[in-house]
């Protein structure tokens, strides 16, 4: 009888079984009256793919800079450098009633790499007891902050060739955020949150030797670049190769300059952020003509100064805060798009608001 039903069950054509024969017609169809496009298909897919992969991760400083920035924040971490964060926050964040392990992966983020951060401040949030909804608090404000220290001195720069005063801009883009917006997400989207004493918070700083730290860390990054990043930057630009493909990048990117241009961050610089290297982004921004307006240099800092690229978000994030913390795929993912749209309203309001106050 149960054979009869699975026979019954197997026999029944399920939607997926409909697309994969029509794939398969369809393929037939090509390889017959066209059998070139396949082969300029792939082409387009790697002429995207390449520039990014090879060129940026594997043959230029980017690469190696992932991998010394989660040695350089596994030693520090080994020094004690997240027990003296927990002790300067632990205050503040008792007064939100929010778990103060949450700021660790924006501060991570900002002295190394974002990945680092994930790698590193993930298992803090557990070992911390975070609950989910704080561990989401921490991806969402960790896209606050800059992915690499070479991005803020690089913006720094861009600012002083256009005279911007970059004091009260670094204050409330980056350092403020990692206050405002625990408790902004804490009060409306994630509310399961505690206010935790520093007793009842276990020491973080591990005792490996430190030896074995180094090359552990070594090790440790050269796997998050091969396994996780390089493969999930590798998907992000397939999609965008199949879309210039089949003629559909270029109104996506024509309509997101647009989209940039009237949100006040510089079109050009902003789109090499959002798609590429946010580090690239801020060295192309000194290059810009001085005849810009100030208010999308500002806008365009402030958005580079962020998780950015979007291979990061829908990639790296995911993949990595799966694997180190008690969230999902999912839930990493929906976090950091909620800390995204954060970063662009952020970047939009102190462009129109602040800009006048900082132009000297």
Known sequence: ???????????????????????????????????????????????EVKPIVVDVFLTSEIGIAIIISVIFGRIIERLGFTDGLIRIFVPIMKWLKINPSVIVPSVYNILGDINAAGKIAGPVLVKAKATKAEQKIAVATMIQSPQSFATLVLGLIALSVFNINAFPLIILSIFLPIVVVPWLLSVTIYRDTKKVDLESLPRFTPKTKFLETIFSSAKEGAELLFLIIIPAVAAVFFFIGALRFFGAWDVIESSLSSVLTFLSIEPATGIVSILAAPTLAVAQLAEISSSVDPRLIVGSFVLANSGLPLSVIFGQIPATWAEVSNLNEREALVASIIGLIIRIATACLLAYYLTPFLVG
Not at 12 to 39: C, D, M, R, T
């Open 1 to 47: 009888m149960e054979k009869n039903k699975e026979k019954d069950a197997r026999s029944k054509w399920h939607p997926v079984e409909v697309i994969g024969l029509l794939l398969v017609f369809a393929s037939l169809l090509i390889l017959l009256f066209n059998p070139n496009s396949l082969s300029d298909f792939f082409n387009a897919v790697i002429a």
